[in-house]
């Protein structure tokens, strides 16, 4: 397992996580091991919701683009050219 060290940690900071972990009723280093766990399933949950916005953006311009007509950008329909080219 490994181990970690923080150097410089604010002593306000410390004492607010000795009370935190006297109130769990839980050590210092399970106390924090407890508040990094929490924070990463957070931020990974947020990054997995983020992606989840993003896909569904992506599909609704989608959605939108296959409703417009290639006329509406000045683009030949395609049955058009296909004709043209059996034709030679």
Known sequence: ?????????????????????????R?????VITL???????????AED???QNVLKVLEESRRRRRLNPADFGLPDSTELIREDRDR
């Open 1 to 25: 397992m490994a181990t970690l060290y923080v150097r410089n940690l604010p002593d306000d900071l410390y004492a607010k996580l000795q009370e935190l972990a006297a109130s769990e009723h």
């Open 27 to 31: 050590s210092i280093n399970a106390q």
């Open 36 to 46: 990094l766990e929490q924070a990463l399933k957070t931020e990974a949950q947020q």
């Open 50 to 52: 983020q992606n989840r």
